[in-house]
């Protein structure tokens, strides 16, 4: 088994990289990639304590981009998480993330939730990185909400009285600072769009353009019947197919790395598939540093 989508707490997982790659190996997993939300900083603890348990390890993150109206999500996949370029790119995605944050607060206590900073900031693992859920945990925890589900129904999703929107860059753009730090990158969880089959088919075709590497067919919430349609786009569009669980440690209960609702599971093969790739984007780049 494989996993190449989930978090620790440099985003909104409640464990460390190094308890993910422990938690990898106890699972038998064989090759993983952390996948953080605009962030990096996790990489390196994770690589390294992956590999020292023998699991074949690679840099991710997860990106949100500006898709029209669409909730888009990509994630790229071994590159140099040092790289100056994408780094700058993500620190200004953290800082929109940040405004974004104060205009939250301020709504939820203008809607009655006597909410602080502080009481959103002891469930994050970097105080840069505050995300909705560490919103939903505090709101929970103060009685405002009786589930994650509930505080993003209530205040924190696109209809929650709590909304407010971010700085995204657009897909374009992700797919160019990702390559051009050394890496693929994948269109993650496609249903979560919520596009129409047309849709989906015309935006799969216009990041292919740009050079899109890969469409998340493996996903813990995917149908059968999603996993064939989006192999089949893949296959139409000469992508690679990537996979991962979404992981999130206890805030996702019943999703366990490497597995997930029903018989989900990410084929080993996928590893093969997204490193051949990275091989094909470096080679086409004159870049020789491994993953």
Known sequence: MTDFHFHSTFSDGTETPSELAALGAASGLTAMALTDHDSTRGCAEFIREAQARGIK?????????????????????????????????????????????????????????????????????DKNLIARPHFALALMEKGYASSKADAFERYLGKNGCAYCDRYRITPEQAISVVHDAGGVISFAHPYQSEMTKTELREFVCRLSAAGLDGIEAYYTQNTDEMVREYLELAGEFGLIATGGSDHHGSITPGISLGSGIGSFQVPDQIYGGIISRIERIRHDAGKTETA
């Open 57 to 125: 390890a690679i840099s991710g993150v997860e990106l949100s981009v500006d898709a029209g109206g669409h909730r888009v999500h990509m994630v790229g996949l071994g590159f140099d998480p040092e790289n100056a370029a994408l780094n700058e790119v993500l620190a200004r995605i953290r800082n929109g993330r940040s405004a974004r944050n104060s205009e939250i607060l301020a709504k939820l206590v203008k809607n009655g939730c006597a909410i602080t900073i502080s009481d959103v900031v002891k469930f994050a693992g």
